[in-house]
């Protein structure tokens, strides 16, 4: 059965922190790993990863997939309070069908 | 970038009654478009999957018959929740797959309450 594991579950750090938020999975005819930050609503899409190596990179934010060991990494770097929301993982199959990770909640204090 | 709109964002309704929520592509074709349903802390479950000019895919155990869904055109889906119970509140997302970047955009999300 496919599956998408997210650690930890939770996470407060204070601000200024850096935080890595962790993606394993197993899932057949993987196409793409996709990342998401959730607020109070939908969620808003961080990071598109295809490739195995390859950094992604917005602000604070990186990510990066090892489609070797399947599981991908997000980092959150000098963190601010706005960073507080669930983080979701997902994995997207050849057949378009996408299989999200249980979040992990992560809480920044001031 | 791609937008999808998703209306209404909540509803309260009586329990017996049926509720239609719309999701809208609004810059882009959706040949396929997904719904999900969201409990509280918890992750987002895939109920369907909505294909443009044919029969939707619902995953294991969701009813299709509590959960019609219909997508006409290729830029509208919608679910109709029937004869809905409390137990159907819930948060409803669209999500809908943009062919030009292969990102997939979510709706705003709608919070059904069935009182």
């Known amino acids: 059965e496919d599956k998408v594991v997210q650690s930890p579950l939770s996470l407060v750090v204070h601000e200024g922190d850096t935080v890595t938020l962790n993606c394993s999975y197993e899932?057949?005819?993987?196409?793409?790993l996709l990342w998401y930050k959730q607020e109070k609503k939908a969620p808003t899409f961080l990071f598109m990863l295809?490739?195995?190596?390859i950094e992604k990179k917005s602000g604070r934010l990186s990510s990066i997939l090892d489609k070797k060991e399947l599981f991908s990494i997000l980092n959150i770097t000098a963190t601010q309070t706005g960073d507080s929301a669930v983080y979701l993982c997902?994995?997207?199959?050849?057949?378009?069908?996408?299989?999200f990770g249980k979040g992990t909640r992560l809480h920044i204090l001031p | 970038g791609a937008v999808v709109s998703q209306h209404p964002s909540w509803v309260i309704c009586k329990s017996g009654t049926s509720v239609k929520i719309e999701c809208r592509s609004l810059?882009?074709?959706?040949?396929?478009m997904f719904w999900y349903r969201q409990f509280p802390k918890q992750s987002l479950m895939l109920m369907a999957t909505?294909?443009?000019?044919?029969?939707?895919?619902?995953e294991q155990g969701v009813e299709k018959d509590k959960f019609l869904i219909n997508h006409a055109s290729l830029t509208l889906s919608t679910l109709t929740v029937t004869s809905a119970h409390p137990e159907d509140s819930s948060f409803y997302i669209c999500?809908?797959?943009?062919?030009?970047?292969?990102?997939?955009?979510f709706g705003s999300g709608t919070r059904l309450t069935v009182v």
């Open positions: 909505s294909n443009e000019g044919s029969k939707a895919t619902y």
């Open positions: 997902a994995v997207v199959r050849r057949d378009d069908k996408i299989i």
């Open positions: 295809t490739s195995s190596g």
């Open positions: 899932v057949t005819n993987f196409r793409s």
């Open positions: 999500s809908a797959r943009s062919d030009r970047n292969y990102g997939y955009t």
């Open positions: 810059d882009f074709q959706a040949t396929t």
